[in-house]
C-alpha cells in the first residue's frame, strides 16, 4: 500500500510572505488537514507502508486538483480572502505548478513505479481530514470513504466501518470522491490501482492520542481488505 496525504502541511516559503495571511489563518481548515498528517504517519508505521506527504499549504496550490482546475490556487477559502492570490495570473499559476504541484505527483508516480517494477500492484489510500461543522451544519459522520468507480478498497471498507455501531461511516460524504482530475483520480483511475479516500472528522484526530487511536482503528480495518487483494 502506498498512503498519499495532499494536505498534510500548513507551510508556505517565506517568499510568499504568508500570502498576506494572519498567522491565525495557518491554523485553520483553509491551510492544511488538520490531524491528517499524525494520521497517515501512523498508519505508515503501522502498515509498514510508505507515504509520501505534501510539505506546501493548500493555500500555496492545492495538490488534490488538476492543474487545469480553476480553484487549483484559491483566491477565496471559506470566507477568507488570500490577498497573496488575488492576482496570481496564468505565470504565477505555472510557476506553482512547476515548483510544488508537480514535484509532488511525481514522487507518488515514482513511487508507483518503483512498485510496479518489482511486480507488485500497489494500493492507494489518501488520507484527509474535516471540519466538524460546515457552514453552521454538524456533520454527523465520524469517517467518511470516498471513491469513484473502483470500489475493491472502498466497499469493503465501508462495509467493515458500518459493522461498528459506534461508528456513523459517510459514504462519498462530506464529500464526492468523483472529482475529475483529483489525486486519486490522476494515481489510482488512470492506472486502474485499487484506491480509496479516508475522511476522519478533525476534532476527532485533533491532538497525537486521538490520531493513534484512528490510525490503529484503520489499520485493524484495512489488513483484512489489503491481504484479499493479494490473492
Known amino acids: 500500500m502506498l498512503l498519499v496525504c495532499d494536505h498534510a502541511s500548513n507551510t508556505v516559503p517565506g517568499e510568499y510572505e504568508v500570502l498576506g495571511l494572519p498567522d491565525a489563518a495557518f491554523q485553520r481548515h483553509i491551510a492544511y488537514d488538520i490531524g491528517a498528517e499524525q494520521v497517515t504517519r501512523a498508519v505508515s508505521r503501522l502498515l509498514n ?48 505548478i512547476a515548483r510544488f504541484h508537480r514535484p509532488y505527483h511525481q514522487a507518488i508516480a515514482e513511487r508507483i513505479a518503483a512498485a510496479r517494477a518489482q511486480g507488485i500492484t500497489p494500493a492507494i489510500l ?58 486519486m483520480y490522476q494515481h489510482g483511475t488512470r492506472n486502474a490501482l485499487p484506491h480509496a479516500l479516508i475522511e476522519l472528522r478533525q476534532d476527532l484526530i485533533v491532538d497525537k492520542s486521538g490520531a493513534q487511536q484512528w490510525a490503529e482503528l484503520l489499520a485493524r480495518h484495512l489488513r483484512p481488505i489489503l491481504k484479499e487483494l493479494k490473492r
Open 126 to 183: 489518501s488520507l484527509h481530514s474535516f471540519t466538524p461543522v460546515f457552514q453552521g451544519f454538524v456533520r454527523p459522520w465520524q469517517v467518511g470513504i470516498l471513491w469513484d468507480k473502483d470500489g475493491r478498497i472502498a466497499l469493503p471498507l465501508l462495509a467493515s466501518l458500518a459493522a461498528d455501531a459506534d461508528l456513523c461511516v459517510g459514504d462519498n460524504l462530506p464529500y464526492s470522491g468523483e472529482l475529475v482530475g483529483d489525486c
Open 49 to 96: 507502508a510508505p507515504a509520501v506527504l505534501a510539505g506546501f499549504s493548500r493555500l500555496l496550490i492545492d495538490p488534490n486538483r488538476g492543474d487545469d482546475d480553476p480553484t487549483l490556487v484559491m483566491k477565496l477559502s471559506d470566507g477568507a480572502i488570500i490577498p497573496g492570490n488575488r492576482h496570481a495570473g496564468a505565470a504565477e499559476v505555472a510557476d506553482r
